[in-house]
């Protein structure tokens, strides 16, 4: 067999099933201390190890010959080593290895730039694969930072003809991966059963499992890579596919006592907003509504751009539901988020006469007990929360509705988790960060869709600018002009505090110059360390006008409502997602005021970075900026980013690969419809690959 296979990889093995679950340790060639190694990058049984996939590939038929070898060309070449030496570092220039390297035809150097520790795996008298750029220095060729993998008899099988590279990890060679997939896959062949069933591989000419892996991991050609990574995205999305509809089809199945919706409750609420609700708003209450007074259980995605009003539209559902007499969950990712939306529904929430609460896991043991005993009794009716919320100490009453927001920082197994806490609780999920149509059929097709695309009448968008280094005075000019006019600055940093990345500025020293900079101003530190009672008090102050700048890392990406603050300016932008970018900017466009987004970028940033700044500064328009983001960085990074949890991965790489979705979720409809509960004989390994992903808690069952 050879080895290969298709796209960054598994943490816990995919689609298909071992007839028996293997521990690797097990497994010929592993070992205590290797097994160790490998749980590492998640293989835990062998079925992980064979979906290992490589993240890419080098074709090694081709093996140039060093005479033969052309200036500005990128080469393979296997020499020998013939002398080596190490230049130290001194006086600023960079420690620099110089290799000679020798074939049948000739010799040519090998150079390494501020790689010293590469002598330890360069050897004099041995052979190795160099692949790099080959460059004239002082009229002689060189090539330069070659990769090189060390070639011995033993290795040749391995490492000839098209050559897989997977991610690894310490202690963890290429080669040695390479030949244990090779030898697991000889020994335990006949371990390995299909889950597509034949009908579907015989339409689609997909290979068969045992084909597949050997296309993807041992590839005798570049077509063989393409079929087997075709077969496997569409394995991975008709699995998940299958799910979503069972899924469905349970929550359409329990029943549950309708909810009568008081209604005089939502006039109160909107005498409390100070501003008329958008048409889509209204749209999407009318749904949410429809959820949670429905005899159905029910599961929902409210998605809407930054500012758009989705926590309006969650508020007045969750305040029905708790003037009928149940309890209501809302789940934020961060405790500064979750102060935030205390404070904005106790003021929605004026003359309700409702008790709402606050729980994360920074509060004092007592208050966390005395908290668990209030929502055990009733005594709470909303209450608002971290992951705190998933305490298995935490019970609720009758709790009938959950609200997830910034749904991409959770699981589905977490959201499910706390939905279970509750008697048939219905679920909506709040998505600032927009996605893309071919992505939500994908992560979200059990979920009915509401979209809020008109923003509050007034808003402005923040005009956005990509600012040079040496051009930072003028921004601090502005900012002074600004707070003299009244209005409130956002600084912001990737890091907390200083470390070996030193090309980034930390929060808590350059708040320390910023002091010194702008010194007639009152200036404000936040960042994730701090604890509650310090982040409350900055918070309060900043929302009071007490703090004109305010110093801080990524912990006011997202819910910080302060209107009066409409400058932000990002460092180190190139460090951060266009989703990220676009959340920060949302925080400076909570009013009618003129906002203003500046991003202070280096002059040598990657090309893919700068593009992403680019789409930030070209729009506001957050669905354009989701379908930017899918063609920039494809579904794989995007699975895991929107989705911690679904799937141990995604080998889908680019927006090709989603019309693979659409035929699977077709096929898994056919399927589901004609065998909803997988029980004909050409199901069955299917099926027992579907129980294994709910065994293992990758996606969850309807409860």
Same mark, same amino acid.
């Given at each position: 067999?050879?080895?290969?296979?298709?796209?960054?990889?598994?943490?816990?093995?995919?689609?298909?099933?071992?007839?028996?679950?293997?521990?690797?340790?097990?497994?010929?060639?592993?070992?205590?201390?290797?097994?160790?190694?490998?749980?590492?990058?998640?293989?835990?049984?062998?079925?992980?190890?064979?979906?290992?996939?490589?993240? @890419?590939?080098?074709?090694?038929?081709?093996?140039?010959?060093?005479?033969?070898?052309?200036?500005?060309?990128?080469?393979?070449? @296997?020499?020998?080593?013939?002398?080596?030496? +190490?230049?130290?570092?001194?006086?600023?220039?960079?420690?620099?290895?110089?290799? &000679?390297?020798?074939?049948?035809?000739?010799?040519?150097?090998?150079?390494?730039?501020?790689? %010293?520790?590469?002598?330890?795996?360069?050897?004099?008298?041995?052979?190795? $694969?160099? $692949?790099?750029?080959?460059?004239?220095?002082?009229?002689?060729?060189?090539?330069? &930072?070659?990769?090189?993998?060390?070639?011995?008899?033993?290795?040749?099988?391995?490492?000839?003809?098209?050559?897989?590279?997977?991610?690894?990890? *310490?202690?963890?060679?290429?080669?040695?991966?390479?030949?244990?997939?090779?030898?697991?896959?000889?020994? $335990?062949?006949? *371990?390995?059963?299909?889950?597509?069933?034949?009908?579907?591989?015989?339409?689609?000419?997909?290979?068969?499992?045992?084909?597949?892996?050997?296309?993807?991991?041992? %590839?005798?050609?570049?077509?063989?890579?393409?079929?087997?990574?075709?077969?496997?995205?569409?394995?991975?999305?008709?699995?998940?596919?299958?799910?979503?509809?069972?899924?469905?089809?349970?929550?359409?199945?329990?029943?549950?006592?309708?909810?009568?919706?008081?209604?005089? +409750?939502?006039?109160?609420?909107?005498?409390?907003?100070?501003?008329?609700?958008?048409?889509?708003?209204?749209?999407?209450?009318?749904?949410?509504?429809?959820?949670?007074?429905?005899?159905?259980?029910?599961?929902?995605?409210?998605?809407?751009?930054?500012?758009?009003?989705?926590?309006?539209?969650?508020?007045?559902?969750?305040?029905?539901?708790?003037?009928?007499?149940?309890?209501?969950?809302?789940?934020?990712?961060?405790?500064?988020?979750?102060? *935030?939306?205390?404070?904005?529904?106790?003021?929605?929430?004026?003359?309700?006469?409702?008790?709402?609460?606050?729980?994360?896991?920074?509060?004092?043991?007592?208050?966390?007990?005395?908290?668990?005993?209030?929502?055990?009794?009733?005594?709470?009716?909303?209450?608002?929360?971290?992951?705190?919320?998933?305490?298995?100490?935490?019970?609720?009453?009758?709790?009938?509705?959950? +609200?997830?927001?910034?749904?991409?920082?959770?699981?589905?197994?977490?959201?499910?988790?706390?939905?279970?806490?509750?008697?048939?609780?219905?679920?909506?999920?709040?998505?600032?960060?927009?996605?893309?149509?071919?992505?939500?059929?994908?992560?979200?097709?059990?979920?009915?869709?509401?979209?809020?695309?008109?923003? %509050?009448?007034?808003?402005?968008?923040?005009?956005?600018?990509?600012?040079?280094?040496?051009?930072?005075?003028?921004?601090?000019?502005?900012?002074?002009?600004?707070?003299?006019?009244?209005?409130?600055?956002?600084?912001?940093?990737?890091?907390?505090?200083?470390?070996?990345?030193?090309?980034?500025?930390?929060?808590?020293?350059?708040?320390?110059?910023?002091?010194?900079?702008?010194?007639?101003?009152?200036?404000?530190?936040?960042?994730?360390?701090?604890?509650?009672?310090?982040?409350? &008090?900055?918070?309060?102050?900043?929302?009071?006008?007490?703090?004109?700048?305010?110093?801080?890392?990524?912990?006011?990406?997202?819910?910080?409502?302060?209107?009066?603050?409409?400058?932000?300016?990002?460092?180190?932008?190139?460090?951060?997602?266009?989703?990220?970018?676009?959340?920060?900017?949302?925080?400076?466009?909570?009013?009618?005021?003129?906002?203003?987004?500046?991003?202070?970028?280096?002059?040598?940033?990657?090309?893919?970075?700068?593009?992403?700044?680019?789409?930030?500064?070209?729009?506001?328009?957050?669905?354009?900026?989701?379908?930017?983001?899918?063609?920039?960085?494809?579904?794989?990074?995007?699975?895991?980013?929107?989705?911690?949890?679904?799937? %141990?991965?995604?080998?889908?790489?680019?927006?090709?690969?989603?019309?693979?979705?659409?035929?699977?979720?077709?096929?898994?409809?056919?399927?589901?419809?004609?065998?909803?509960?997988?029980?004909?004989?050409?199901?069955?390994?299917?099926?027992?690959?579907?129980?294994?992903?709910?065994?293992?808690?990758?996606?969850?069952?309807?409860?």
């Amino acid at each position: 067999m050879k080895p290969e296979t298709l796209h960054a990889m598994p943490e816990k093995g995919c689609g298909y099933l071992c007839k028996k679950m293997i521990p690797i340790r097990y497994v010929k060639g592993v070992g205590p201390k290797r097994e160790k190694i490998l749980n590492r990058v998640g293989v835990f049984f062998l079925k992980d190890l064979l979906y290992y996939f490589p993240v @890419r590939y080098q074709d090694r038929s081709h093996i140039e010959q060093i005479n033969l070898l052309e200036e500005g060309k990128t080469s393979l070449i @296997r020499a020998e080593i013939t002398s080596l030496k +190490v230049s130290q570092a001194f006086y600023g220039r960079k420690a620099t290895i110089r290799a &000679s390297l020798r074939d049948s035809t000739g010799n040519i150097q090998g150079i390494w730039f501020n790689q %010293p520790y590469l002598k330890d795996y360069l050897k004099i008298g041995l052979s190795y $694969y160099f $692949y790099g750029k080959i460059q004239r220095y002082n009229d002689r060729l060189q090539i330069v &930072s070659a990769e090189f993998e060390r070639l011995n008899s033993e290795d040749d099988l391995d490492i000839s003809g098209i050559v897989a590279f997977y991610r690894l990890t *310490q202690g963890l060679s290429q080669n040695n991966l390479r030949r244990l997939i090779r030898t697991c896959f000889s020994n $335990y062949r006949n *371990q390995i059963v299909e889950t597509i069933p034949f009908d579907i591989r015989k339409e689609y000419n997909f290979p068969n499992i045992l084909e597949a892996l050997s296309g993807i991991h041992s %590839p005798a050609s570049f077509e063989d890579i393409k079929r087997s990574r075709q077969r496997f995205i569409f394995e991975e999305f008709f699995i998940m596919q299958i799910l979503l509809f069972r899924r469905k089809a349970e929550l359409r199945l329990k029943r549950r006592p309708a909810l009568s919706i008081d209604h005089s +409750v939502v006039d109160k609420v909107k005498n409390n907003f100070g501003f008329t609700l958008t048409g889509d708003q209204e749209k999407a209450i009318c749904e949410v509504f429809s959820d949670v007074s429905s005899d159905l259980r029910n599961s929902r995605l409210l998605q809407g751009d930054v500012g758009s009003g989705k926590t309006v539209v969650a508020s007045i559902a969750a305040f029905c539901v708790a003037r009928s007499g149940f309890q209501v969950a809302f789940m934020v990712p961060t405790e500064v988020l979750a102060i *935030q939306h205390k404070k904005t529904l106790e003021g929605l929430a004026k003359g309700l006469d409702l008790k709402i609460d606050i729980i994360t896991s920074g509060l004092a043991i007592k208050k966390r007990k005395d908290i668990y005993a209030k929502l055990s009794q009733g005594k709470i009716d909303i209450i608002v929360g971290t992951h705190a919320l998933l305490n298995e100490d935490l019970r609720f009453k009758n709790l009938r509705f959950v +609200v997830v927001d910034e749904q991409h920082r959770f699981g589905v197994a977490q959201r499910a988790l706390l939905a279970r806490k509750g008697i048939d609780a219905d679920i909506l999920v709040m998505s600032a960060t927009p996605i893309p149509r071919s992505l939500a059929l994908t992560l979200y097709g059990d979920l009915e869709v509401s979209l809020i695309k008109e923003y %509050p009448k007034g808003r402005k968008f923040a005009r956005t600018e990509i600012v040079k280094e040496k051009e930072r005075g003028k921004v601090y000019e502005f900012i002074r002009q600004k707070v003299q006019e009244g209005r409130q600055v956002y600084i912001i940093y990737a890091l907390v505090e200083e470390s070996s990345q030193e090309d980034l500025y930390p929060a808590v020293q350059m708040y320390e110059r910023l002091v010194k900079e702008f010194k007639s101003l009152r200036l404000g530190l936040l960042h994730g360390r701090l604890d509650s009672r310090q982040k409350q &008090s900055v918070l309060n102050n900043f929302k009071n006008n007490e703090i004109d700048i305010l110093v801080s890392t990524l912990v006011v990406e997202v819910g910080l409502d302060i209107p009066n603050a409409t400058v932000m300016v990002v460092e180190n932008p190139e460090r951060f997602g266009l989703a990220q970018l676009h959340q920060l900017r949302g925080r400076i466009t909570r009013s009618n005021l003129p906002s203003y987004f500046f991003m202070i970028a280096k002059k040598d940033i990657y090309s893919s970075a700068r593009k992403r700044l680019e789409v930030i500064a070209e729009t506001c328009d957050g669905f354009k900026i989701a379908e930017q983001d899918l063609e920039l960085r494809g579904p794989g990074d995007l699975f895991g980013t929107l989705q911690a949890g679904y799937l %141990p991965t995604s080998i889908a790489s680019s927006q090709d690969d989603l019309k693979i979705l659409e035929t699977a979720r077709s096929r898994a409809f056919k399927v589901i419809k004609k065998d909803p509960y997988l029980e004909l004989r050409q199901h069955k390994e299917l099926n027992s690959a579907i129980k294994e992903y709910i065994d293992k808690g990758l996606l969850w069952q309807a409860s």
